[in-house]
């Protein structure tokens, strides 16, 4: 890679003051608080039964916060497992997930006008927060091989590639995803994939000496696992209609999420030498039940379906990042830092397959074919949005590190040793 | 102790996944989602309020958030302290939680069938938390001195004799113990203690390398002291009776707790050489208001009352942590990691003698001499159940660590030093 | 400084003893449950609308909870950024939280006795809680120069205070502050700012060895700055009127702090050598908008308001660190550990200028005047009282540590090095 300029000042700064002016001014165009009264949804019943906050307007407020902790802590320190990159994991988490939130209320919003205006009820801020997770997901993907410019430039447009699916999927092919499994996990994923197949480095192919952990860092990780583990119940159901749906989504994911543990901790075990456990697995391979119940998570699919889809990802994502992940950055030249195909990739796609499987047989109302024709769009506008969003950011001039400088804090930040 | 494997291939994959299996299958048959009707109790008006639920199935998730965050953030980096074991204290945590909220689920649903079924409410998922920190607490006892098999077959079956106890004591004899200061932290101490005296190791008097805190880990160690501090108030209040007695129970556990850490660190500073304060005693009995309070908690004791609980807690918690566990692992070849005896066994106590002064005082309705019978019931379980369960343990093909490698991640987990 | 002993033994558990006594004597007489029953405000109506937890006590408990959050986990946290000094920050904030909101609850309760009693509801433990945050600001000041028994010696003088000028703001002038930025904030800042003014130590005028971070110390910081960052909305709307008000103050919140990261990331990128990030900005910097919109939070400013609010408050907030905290330390005699002048206490200027501005142009109820008068008394009474504090903080026989072992946890914890 030619020696490009890494130097972040005047570029990073005017892009960020930028992007915040051009978005507080349209806040002020098209953004108001929520008074409780929704109109104009029309024809359609919405189907995210927004209406529940004409009664009290927080009665989401505890989920929304445990979203909040998810998208700030979970996927923040998840990604500090790597031993010099922590400050550009939590650091730039927050960075990015702060614009993303700004902007998907925008991109998510426009598609719902009220009178003109966003009406920002805590519904639309669950929203904001769950937009910014494709983010995160992604980047993921290219953690520790990307500068703060390319990452907010791919903010920027895979919210807004995000937003037309999800309009898409919700609103004209009406799919049920309640917990995301589609147009969340699989699209951030597979979006992430195709970014990081565009900005393969062929000389990254053999192991860089900051591409690992140390022990306080896996243990920094786990507070990212465990918070998302815990939360992932609110995740899942925070937009489900109220009442037994509701519940019967974070029941769903509560033992989904168990049942995935068990099948991960043994699968880790039985593959890895001597029988011993893999942080890596661990810190993700036991989330992957809450990726593949998304879509079922308020369909009558029983407790113990939720567990088996749950067992099965847990395997799945466990086997993914001892064989495929290899094969797909020496065959394929996609490189994912974080494995985020094994947790958001594939866990997605089995939730999809599942909600296809689960609607079939009549678990709740909706049709097959629409299910499945959401999970192709949410694929296919990954895999073309991410590819074109890799092209604009493998060109030369945004500060993207040089080679030997990858996963490595000091290129951006004052790092005292 | 002889050379037996520690390798967990096989043994550990098929146990975990035969377990989850069986599981599974239980669901299938005895597990269904809350409707919101509660029929078939019958004859005695439940003494959980349970029936709450059926006005906003959600009411509790709050709640039930918090105990889920004590019981996987909370138990599971509080024995981060130890040096070279903190992927096996937050990651073995996470494994037997998972394990326990289910396998707790089905030993406590057993006992109050709806319809054949076990119906599951979010008040039924606080109760299978609260089982699951039975075993938390055990594990302290024990930690860094067996194996994932051992604490596997440990979770079955003190799960299922908690569950015994638990029945009794609330059903049977009618006592009162909201915050569970007998069921769950005498209980799970003296399990544990009673486990740790069928497991002593006599080569591990003398003081092992790695049974120590570095610096570092004792900060990941308050992160557990913290969250498990300041939720607590939650853990005692959970299945309170809605309004003034879960309001009531609230403000004791909180100023309980307050008085407790003014003590502790009191009397820390009295006891350690030149009044320095000591982690071990701030990390632990800054905690013990909190389960000294917990029978008393939903009972008209007045906040100074509960202060004065928590005032005394912290001092006795303190008190043991300085001279009596050094006496246990000396004199009785009780070696107790973590010092539960002083945060939960103790402090249980306490509150349970509490609980009969307080019943006998007319601060609740009830009976002294059931209140004694209930703890005198956990205390009788725990120690016998306990003791078999040990014997279980100790039979020599569960892959237990040698002594040299106790404490020490490396002979279960993949770590690079 | 003369060679005083700072041997905590004896002073530091009789003082601490001693006021938890007093305490618990002090509750006895005074502190009740709260009944549901709430009387005798008479003639005025309530400005903080206590009287929605007439319908069901627990509406605010999960905004306690988040409050409580950022009390123990998000300050404590927030200062573990020393490399040595760890144990200090959050045990000593602990400490003082634990034994502030006990003192706190006595002297905001004792202006608004209901029947001779302080009646406990989760609103007052709510406002116990902030007044805490003041003591915990002003700790940030003096951090790593001062002992445990000056600190408790501050926390009681300092909550006196506070609640004289809380009374006096919230009754007298009846000024809106419904996120504190005035009566918590800038309060707590400049009363730390005046105490470490008269504690000022010309031998640290050259940089201390251990006055900075390392890697791992910097990641703690993290968790401290992220947990406040998300529980903020809660902060600023926890006390505000229920319904579209409170919506409102977590909105404004919620924009505000978004904005204020991108400002904080740009302007740190801005004035740092290269171009690179500053961990200490991003650890404070980016909470500024919180602080800043406080004041303002439930009034009708719109949410691109509240955006422009967090926007220039990350700008000044990190021009302090950089500029102004070097010029205080080396002209003013003002050593400001943690650089609360920046986190806390211009945003907190800045916050009541907006809300003079915003009530100015009708967007709430009230006085501009009476806005002014409020934001001046708070300045007065943190100074004139941070300086009689800081007077009888600077006796020389509260065991200070001497110059050499500022900043180092070892003078008053056991280590192991």
Not at 134 to 148: D, M, N
Not at 157 to 179: K, M, P, Q, S, Y
Not at 224 to 236: A, D, E, Q
Not at 324 to 338: K, V
């Amino acid at each position: 890679m030619p020696a490009y300029s890494t130097n972040m000042r005047l570029q990073f700064p005017i892009l960020a003051l930028t992007l915040e002016i051009i978005t507080i001014i349209l806040f002020a165009v098209f953004v108001d608080y929520d008074d409780g009264k929704h109109g104009g949804h029309g024809a359609h019943n919405t189907t995210h039964h927004e209406e529940k906050t004409e009664q009290d307007p927080l009665t989401l407020y505890p989920m929304f916060q445990d979203v909040h902790v998810m998208i700030f802590i979970g996927f923040g320190f998840l990604m500090t497992f790597l031993k010099r990159y922590g400050f550009s994991s939590v650091g730039l988490n927050l960075l990015l997930a702060s614009f993303a939130l700004q902007w998907g209320l925008i991109m998510q919003g426009l598609w719902h006008l009220d009178d003109g205006k966003i009406k920002v009820s805590v519904f639309k801020m669950i929203n904001a927060d769950f937009s910014t997770a494709t983010v995160l997901i992604s980047f993921g993907a290219v953690l520790g091989k990307t500068s703060p410019v390319q990452l907010l430039i791919m903010t920027i447009l895979e919210i807004t590639i995000f937003g037309i699916n999800e309009h898409l999927v919700a609103e004209i092919l009406e799919a049920n995803d309640v917990g995301a499994s589609m147009i969340i996990h699989a699209f951030g994923a597979y979006f992430g994939l195709a970014v990081a197949r565009m900005l393969y480095r062929p000389a990254l192919r053999n192991d860089h000496e900051n591409d690992g952990s140390v022990y306080h860092s896996d243990l920094f990780a786990m507070i990212g696992t465990v918070f998302l583990w815990m939360f992932w119940p609110s995740f899942n159901s925070a937009i489900a209609a109220p009442g037994t749906d509701q519940l019967m989504a974070v029941t769903n994911t509560y033992f989904s999420l168990a049942a995935c543990v068990l099948s991960a901790y043994a699968v880790s075990s039985l593959v890895e030498h001597k029988g011993k456990l893999d942080m890596v697995h661990i810190q993700n391979a036991t989330l992957a039940g809450g990726v593949a119940v998304g879509t079922c998570a308020d369909m009558n699919i029983g407790p113990f379906g939720a567990m088996i889809i749950g067992f099965v990802a847990g395997i799945v994502s466990t086997l993914g990042f001892k064989f495929l992940t290899p094969i797909l950055a020496s065959n394929l030249g996609i490189q994912d830092t974080c494995g985020v195909h094994n947790l958001h990739g594939m866990p997605g796609i089995l939730g999809g397959i599942a909600g296809i499987v689960a609607v079939a047989l009549g678990k709740k109302n909706g049709s097959a074919a629409m299910q499945g024709a959401a999970l192709a769009s949410s694929l296919g506008f990954a895999l073309v949005g991410g590819t074109i969003t890799g092209l604009i950011m493998k060109l030369p001039f945004w500060g993207q590190p040089p080679d030997q400088n990858c996963f490595d804090d000091s290129i951006y930040w004052e790092v005292i040793i």
